[in-house]
């Protein structure tokens, strides 16, 4: 191995190392386990392989000696150099990187695998630093405000291939340039906040029902640790207060930027889009990342595959589930919204 481009296809014990420490959150056993790894070989191979397991995991430095290290050091100026090539490089290339920018519970992890296989591409993580795009929740960065990354963008800008990354994530003018400058294709996803709301409380339960006393669950949902046990008026008006600001904000933020002229996005309904025709779906789709690498039919049949939609997190893949929501919640939902109705048609989020 030579350089960080053959870490996707390192050789045999290699590469799954790597892929095992990417994940890895205990600073202790990362530690000991990459120094356990790189007695394995020779002295001389310890810089290459280093370097390959700080790639994979944010949070791995080697043991270097002060003075050691002191000979590893390199200029601002070198390192200003290096960061231009290596943003020249992301910037032109001419790989196919897809964003599907989503708010929670609109079909997005379902619409970000039927890519993957449509399009032949691998997933990428966007705002954590690592080879593992489904890392965030094993590192503690489920509750970061899920903002691409400029080293990630970088890191996964240059894999050869292109990628495609899902994320919650609002968009802002300085966001929107970023995509441009690194060449990203984002997808928007939304859907009817009510839906949102009943189908988040089942996911959550799902989760909270899983173990005993909900240990290390706060970090991947922010929710109390008594929120199964909570009647489901309780659960869905403490989701209200929660999410209720950030979907609206989300999509109107992709539409102001939209409208200034910083961003092209192809929008995606849940309930006009995903739900109707997916030949329709895929036709947008294609059209959109354009036909001669996304190719229509290839997508319609990825998005007409419901094989394994629990991992894929297709609860009930219908629309009107919150037409049962509590009249509080409800309420909840519309007095914050309709504060913001003067700054976009938001009638497909509150069906008003």
């Not at 070198?78 to 290339?93: D, P, Q, T």
């Not at 109390?224 to 207060?241: H, K, V």
Request: net charge neutral; aromatic share 10%.
């Amino acid at each position: 191995m030579s350089n960080l481009a053959m870490v996707d296809n390192p050789d045999a014990e290699i590469g799954p190392f790597l892929r095992r420490i990417a994940t890895m959150s205990d600073p202790k056993a990362l530690h000991d386990m990459c120094h356990e790894f790189l007695y394995k070989f020779p002295p001389q191979r310890g810089l290459e392989l280093s370097s390959f397991m700080s790639w994979s995991n944010p949070f791995f430095l080697p043991d270097i000696p002060a003075e050691n290290a002191k000979q590893l050091t390199v200029s601002l100026e070198i390192f200003a150099e290096v960061m231009m090539r290596v943003k020249l490089m992301a910037s032109r290339s001419s790989q196919l990187n897809v964003l599907v920018a989503c708010a929670p519970k609109s079909a997005s992890t379902f619409i970000q695998d039927a890519l993957q296989k449509a399009l032949n591409l691998p997933a990428a993580g966007l705002f954590t630093a690592t080879t593992n795009a489904y890392s965030a929740s094993m590192l503690g960065a489920n509750l970061m405000e899920q903002e691409p990354d400029e080293l990630a963008l970088i890191r996964n800008g240059i894999n050869g291939r292109g990628y495609v990354s899902q994320l919650h994530a609002r968009c802002s003018p300085y966001m929107a340039r970023l995509l441009d400058f690194y060449n990203v294709r984002p997808i928007v996803t939304y859907r009817n906040i009510f839906d949102t709301l009943v189908s988040m409380d089942d996911m959550l339960m799902g989760w909270r029902n899983n173990g005993p006393g909900n240990d290390g669950h706060y970090f991947n949902d922010g929710m109390p640790a008594n929120f199964a046990t909570l009647d489901r008026a309780d659960r869905l008006m403490i989701l209200a207060q929660r999410h209720t600001p950030w979907l609206v904000q989300f999509y109107i933020s992709w539409r102001k930027c939209e409208r200034a002229g910083l961003i092209k996005p192809l929008f995606v309904s849940y309930d006009e889009d995903f739900l109707s025709d997916k030949a329709v779906l895929a036709e947008r789709v294609s059209t959109f990342l354009g036909a001669e690498k996304a190719d229509p039919t290839r997508i319609a049949q990825a998005f007409a595959d419901k094989t394994d939609a629990g991992s894929k997190r297709l609860n009930k893949g219908v629309a009107g589930r919150g037409a049962d929501l509590p009249a509080r919640v409800r309420e909840q939902v519309l007095s914050i919204a309709l504060f913001y109705r003067e700054e976009e048609d938001i009638s497909a989020l509150i069906g008003l």
